[in-house]
């Protein structure tokens, strides 16, 4: 691995600071302030967000039949990647550059060594917080790293001497195990670069299924489960149950022993946090924590969640354990229970529906959720949003390499897999209402106590999903989402629409997919 430390002539190298430290260099350096509950607010400019038509991957020849290359996966060449490695460089030279040496991944046996090289104190903070922190004796004892990611979001470049989309660059180069960010300062990009790195090393040299995904257990049986899904569906909300251990929120591998956590933080969303809605994450924006573009009160330092005025994206990175019911380390045993979460606008999708192996590959590869009406210009109606993985954005390798890994471990550990709709019911969103929490809840907790494989069950022949007929504390007039609708005609409608969409979508995505697989989905 080569030592970028011996390359970059800096005016004083900060090697692993506490937060304490880093806070205190944050503020001094006018990087940011504290808000009244301590935390670290800071403002990312003009980059409030992940910039996807920014990132590439070098094409190399280790990579190249390995990579899914296409508009997510966009392939550069090494001389552009080596040219902004080095301006990064020579731009940290006479500058303090501040050093978090971490793993990515709490299960010791399959974890890597990153070396994330900051120009801001604040970012340093942030994958401090985020990634899996050493004791004192495994720094001691750290060596070399696996992996190295240089960051330096002060560094604007020249898009068109570079052959690149804009100021800002995020690039992977997987066979020389070196990743750089530029001309950003928003901190999920080193986030995601991480997870973007697990999720090509860890199937391809591992055999782990890497995913995107929350994760909690039982304290009491170590019973296992995990949640898919986008934004919006619930993903954080359902996963954080005061009755069970909150494993991680975001990023996770499964191997032979069980589920682990990539990260040792968590990244959670702002906008419109309420402390009786979310208490566990309100509380957790404290001393140590980075606060990213919410609106703060000069006077009182008291922040406004409910404000949009720079984005909508307003975020916090805390480490996990500053969440009250958090399993440290991050790791569980082999999942008994997936989740996928849908929030259906359309409403036409059940609450909560069985898969077998064949479907619930098929909806793995899909990722659906729908985006509303008024949420961006010109969208009048409900519009599907299919994401490959629930995490498309991060997936280097074909969709079929990951859903194959998924299926032999359901078939392997006899994992029961449920697609939960947190979305419309009795009509699509305008008509109907979103289905109520508390509703979600006791589904979810039907399966995950096992009580749902208890009733009896109804096939959908248009979604072609198996819909339990009773679970407990929850109307049984809810579990068909036909029963809803006033006009049954306009039930069919929607549903057909919305199963031609899905349809349409697989076959331009995933024409090689098997016929199983293809046949499990709905029917058009």
């Given at each position: 691995m080569r030592d970028f430390l011996s390359e970059i002539k800096a005016k004083v190298v900060y090697r692993n600071l506490e937060p304490a430290a880093l806070v205190e260099d944050a503020i001094r350096k006018g990087e940011g302030k504290l808000t009244e509950t301590g935390a670290l607010l800071?403002?990312?400019?003009?980059?409030?967000?992940?910039?996807?038509?920014?990132?590439?991957i070098v094409d190399s020849d280790g990579v190249h039949n390995k990579i899914a290359w296409g508009s997510v996966n966009v392939p550069t060449t090494r001389e552009t990647f080596e040219k902004i490695r080095d301006q990064i460089i020579e731009f940290l030279n006479g500058k303090d550059v501040y050093v978090f040496d971490g793993y990515a991944g709490a299960d010791t046996k399959y974890r890597r060594k990153f070396r994330i090289i900051n120009e801001l104190a604040c970012q340093n903070l942030f994958i401090h917080q985020l990634?899996?922190?050493?004791?004192?004796?495994?720094?001691?004892?750290?060596?070399?790293?696996?992996?190295?990611?240089?960051?330096?979001p002060g560094l604007k470049l020249d898009a068109k001497a570079l052959g690149i989309n804009s100021e800002a660059a995020i690039m992977i180069d997987y066979e020389n195990t070196t990743a750089i960010i530029a001309g950003s300062a928003y901190a999920g990009e080193i986030k995601k670069s991480v997870f973007s790195i697990m999720n090509y090393i860890m199937p391809v040299e591992e055999n782990i299924l890497p995913m995107h995904c929350s994760s909690n257990m039982d304290p009491a049986t170590g019973e296992t489960a995990v949640f898919f899904g986008l934004s919006g569906t619930g993903k954080t909300t359902l996963s954080a149950d005061?009755?069970?251990?909150?494993?991680?929120?975001?990023?996770?591998?499964w191997s032979d022993k069980g589920v682990f956590n990539f990260e040792g933080g968590c990244y959670a969303k702002c906008i419109d946090l309420k402390e009786e809605n979310e208490p566990e994450i309100y509380?957790?924006?404290?001393?140590?924590?980075l606060v990213e573009n919410v609106i703060m009160d000069e006077k009182t330092r008291k922040c406004d969640y409910s404000d949009k005025s720079i984005t909508e994206n307003t975020r916090v990175g805390y480490p996990v354990d500053y969440i009250s019911n958090s399993q440290i380390p991050g790791v569980g045993g082999i999942p008994k229970v997936v989740v996928f979460l849908t929030a259906d606008a359309f409403g036409v999708l059940p609450p909560i529906s069985r898969l077998d192996k064949n479907a619930a590959m098929y909806h793995f590869v899909t990722g659906f959720t729908s985006k509303l009406a008024g949420t961006e210009r010109g969208v009048t109606e409900p519009q599907p949003t299919f994401s490959t993985l629930f995490g498309e954005p991060f997936m280097p390798l074909p969709a079929s390499k990951y859903a194959e890994m998924l299926g032999e471990r359901l078939d392997k550990y006899n994992t029961k897999v449920y697609l939960v709709n947190t979305g419309w019911t009795g009509g699509p969103y305008g008509v109907g209402s979103r289905m109520k929490l508390k509703y979600t809840r006791a589904m979810v907790t039907?399966?995950?106590?096992?009580?749902?494989?208890?009733?009896e069950f109804i096939h959908d022949d248009t979604f072609n999903l198996d819909i339990p007929k009773e679970i407990a504390d929850c109307p049984s007039d809810i579990l068909n989402p036909k029963d809803t609708w006033a006009d049954k005609n306009a039930y069919d409608e929607q549903a057909k629409k919305l199963a031609r969409m899905f349809k349409?979508?697989?076959?331009?995505?995933?024409?090689?997919?098997?016929?199983?697989?293809?046949?499990?989905?709905?029917?058009?």
């Amino acid at each position: 691995m080569r030592d970028f430390l011996s390359e970059i002539k800096a005016k004083v190298v900060y090697r692993n600071l506490e937060p304490a430290a880093l806070v205190e260099d944050a503020i001094r350096k006018g990087e940011g302030k504290l808000t009244e509950t301590g935390a670290l607010l800071v403002k990312t400019g003009k980059y409030t967000g992940r910039s996807p038509k920014d990132k590439y991957i070098v094409d190399s020849d280790g990579v190249h039949n390995k990579i899914a290359w296409g508009s997510v996966n966009v392939p550069t060449t090494r001389e552009t990647f080596e040219k902004i490695r080095d301006q990064i460089i020579e731009f940290l030279n006479g500058k303090d550059v501040y050093v978090f040496d971490g793993y990515a991944g709490a299960d010791t046996k399959y974890r890597r060594k990153f070396r994330i090289i900051n120009e801001l104190a604040c970012q340093n903070l942030f994958i401090h917080q985020l990634l899996v922190r050493p004791d004192e004796n495994e720094l001691k004892n750290y060596g070399d790293p696996d992996w190295t990611i240089l960051v330096a979001p002060g560094l604007k470049l020249d898009a068109k001497a570079l052959g690149i989309n804009s100021e800002a660059a995020i690039m992977i180069d997987y066979e020389n195990t070196t990743a750089i960010i530029a001309g950003s300062a928003y901190a999920g990009e080193i986030k995601k670069s991480v997870f973007s790195i697990m999720n090509y090393i860890m199937p391809v040299e591992e055999n782990i299924l890497p995913m995107h995904c929350s994760s909690n257990m039982d304290p009491a049986t170590g019973e296992t489960a995990v949640f898919f899904g986008l934004s919006g569906t619930g993903k954080t909300t359902l996963s954080a149950d005061p009755k069970r251990k909150l494993i991680g929120d975001d990023e996770h591998g499964w191997s032979d022993k069980g589920v682990f956590n990539f990260e040792g933080g968590c990244y959670a969303k702002c906008i419109d946090l309420k402390e009786e809605n979310e208490p566990e994450i309100y509380h957790a924006i404290r001393f140590g924590a980075l606060v990213e573009n919410v609106i703060m009160d000069e006077k009182t330092r008291k922040c406004d969640y409910s404000d949009k005025s720079i984005t909508e994206n307003t975020r916090v990175g805390y480490p996990v354990d500053y969440i009250s019911n958090s399993q440290i380390p991050g790791v569980g045993g082999i999942p008994k229970v997936v989740v996928f979460l849908t929030a259906d606008a359309f409403g036409v999708l059940p609450p909560i529906s069985r898969l077998d192996k064949n479907a619930a590959m098929y909806h793995f590869v899909t990722g659906f959720t729908s985006k509303l009406a008024g949420t961006e210009r010109g969208v009048t109606e409900p519009q599907p949003t299919f994401s490959t993985l629930f995490g498309e954005p991060f997936m280097p390798l074909p969709a079929s390499k990951y859903a194959e890994m998924l299926g032999e471990r359901l078939d392997k550990y006899n994992t029961k897999v449920y697609l939960v709709n947190t979305g419309w019911t009795g009509g699509p969103y305008g008509v109907g209402s979103r289905m109520k929490l508390k509703y979600t809840r006791a589904m979810v907790t039907a399966a995950l106590n096992g009580s749902i494989e208890k009733t009896e069950f109804i096939h959908d022949d248009t979604f072609n999903l198996d819909i339990p007929k009773e679970i407990a504390d929850c109307p049984s007039d809810i579990l068909n989402p036909k029963d809803t609708w006033a006009d049954k005609n306009a039930y069919d409608e929607q549903a057909k629409k919305l199963a031609r969409m899905f349809k349409e979508n697989f076959d331009k995505k995933y024409p090689d997919m098997p016929d199983a697989i293809k046949n499990a989905g709905p029917k058009a």
